[in-house]
């Protein structure tokens, strides 16, 4: 059975998000600044909120749009989606956090009259998003835009994620916000270089050229996602949408659910928040979908059991590899070990034993999925997303893949009736290909072998 649609509403648009949802946010940056200082760890500056009164900030915060839009059913099941892929210039969720660690970093280099760096380990997206935010911010004539950089440190395997920003024309900003490769095994090696280079580079200069912020922290993204709680509510809550009362299942494809995580924050702000103590939202469940390349998150879930990850047979003549015993692996998949996506490579994620114990708190689970079961569904997903989360004509074109993995993962889990949930929440992530996000130019790419390079890179101002 196709998923059926039609015209795609209603549609709520939510322009400036960090404007909108100011209050909500700043009680969020309270809890968070809070255990900011108490955990202590690596320097950070404060979760501040710039003026949203201040139109320079006004102008900067439209390129980060959230929408919240019905866009059909499958067996019995209806989806929602929150759209996250609002700014054209890198049409992944990583903006909305991008936004405000940018306003963070300017808000500090202002008062503190100090550059400021940001140092980013990425398989391509945050890095992007950061790079895009500063940008903009530079290009609204916000003061001390100008004394913020981003370097953003990726391994090889990432170069086809690469995007150009919007001051990528401009050659002295690709040199002042590099992109570099570092010559690395794992994404968990390059996450370790980073965060040791930066305490090296802190410690060495004790903030006399400026300070330097190791950015992959977990409240930095949290912040950020919070809103996507905050834009249920009021489309369900406020906006006139119904209500139901029944669990909805939220629905992501993941690497380390920073997302997910971020969207539980906001409702716990939400139901501690006494404007809307009589107005709550539908108790939600988590539902993660990753690929065979860094499954850990489905793994860390059947930890109880010792369940791993199915055996595969080689099928003859070229048809792959198949398992038919284990619902929650793929079916068929070209390579038991495929990268479908070389965003999603964090092995062991931190995050896992928080996100199994919402799950086993409040309901959900997970799949994994290939790229030919992907392949598979495609036109039957573009269908069902219609013009609203456009999809390329061919999915081979496709550069990120979450979209696409999660509805996947979504419509595999119900014929295979591991879901029951009838109300589904699809967190539409990422979706771009090169016809509409260009690629980053190679020849301007950092190539670092060592420690000692980084440093280096790291003390330019």
Known sequence: MSPSHGEIAPLHVVAQPLRRYHRLLAETAKLLERDRIAAGGPWSPPFDLPDPADARWSELLQSTPLRFGRIGGYRGHMFDAIDLTGNPGTRTTKSLASMTMVARAILHARSSGRPLTIVTPTSGN??????????????????????????????????????????????????????????????????????????????????????????????????????????????????????????????????????????????????????????PLPPASYFLVQHLGAPDMILHLRQDSGAAAPEYIHEHEGNGFRQHVDPSFPYVTDDPNEILDPTFYTRNPPTAVAMTDLIRRQGGGGIVVSKRECISRFTEIRDLFGNWLPLPEDP???????????????????????????RIVVHATGSYWDAILPSYQADRVVRLHDAGELITLLELQ
């Open 126 to 279: 945050k890095g992007t998003a950061l790079r895009d935010a500063v940008a903009r911010a530079q290009n609204s004539g916000i003061p001390g835009a100008e004394l913020v950089r981003i370097v953003m440190l990726v391994p090889a395997a990432s170069a086809s994620k690469l995007r150009k920003c919007v001051n990528d024309s401009d050659p002295e900003f690709s040199v002042r916000n590099p992109i570099a490769t570092v010559d690395v095994e794992t994404g968990a090696e390059l996450k370790e270089l980073a965060a040791m280079a930066t305490e090296e580079v802190r410690m060495r200069t004790a903030g006399r050229r400026g300070d330097h912020w190791y950015s992959l922290a977990l409240d930095n993204y949290r912040f950020a996602d919070a809103m996507r709680a905050f834009l249920e509510h009021e489309v369900m809550v406020t906006g006139g949408l119904e209500a139901p009362t029944e669990s909805r299942l939220h629905v992501q494809s993941v690497s380390s659910a920073f997302g997910l995580l971020g969207y539980q924050l906001g409702r716990d702000i939400l139901d501690r928040d006494l404007e809307f103590a009589d107005q």
């Open 396 to 422: 081979h074109m496709l550069r990120e893949w979450s979209l696409l993995m999660a509805a996947c993962g979504i419509l595999n889990a119900i014929d295979r009736d591991t879901v029951r949930t009838d």
